[in-house]
Nanobody, 119 residues
Framework: QVQLVESGGGLVQTGGSLRLSCAAS????????VDWYRQAPGKERDLVAT???????NYVDSVRGRFTISRDNAKNTAYLQMNRLKPEDTAVYYC?????????????WGQGTQVTVSS
């Protein structure tokens, strides 16, 4: 059974930092692309950062230079280091693991962790 457990969210002041973690079990973690998404109240869930299985990373413009996505395949864990946080970063953050094979698409979501940035 696949399980993704997120942690690290909380309340922080503008300019502060948080580090989110996404611990996976029940899968071959290194074979998956990791995405971090966020969903603010009343808005759609948006992609924030990606770390592919072959080591490439990408960020949405609004977080580039402030957020860093990383992964530790030995620990089956992905991270999102968030620095210089702004009130507009307030959202529920979700990790997603995905893998495409010729036969099947694998797609797993964590339960989400709340990040609140006060002004």
């Amino acid at each position: 059974q696949v399980q993704l457990v997120e942690s690290g969210g909380g309340l922080v002041q503008t300019g502060g930092s948080l580090r989110l973690s996404c611990a996976a079990s029940g899968i071959t973690f290194s074979s998956y692309t990791v995405d971090w998404y966020r969903q603010a109240p009343g808005k759609e869930r948006d992609l924030v950062a990606t770390f592919t299985s072959d080591g490439s990373t990408n960020y949405v413009d609004s977080v580039r230079g402030r957020f860093t996505i990383s992964r530790d395949n030995a620990k089956n864990t992905a991270y999102l280091q968030m620095n210089r946080l702004k009130p507009e970063d307030t959202a529920v953050y979700y990790c997603n693991l995905r893998r495409q094979t010729p036969w099947k698409t694998y797609d797993f979501w964590g339960q989400g962790t709340q990040v609140t940035v006060s002004s």
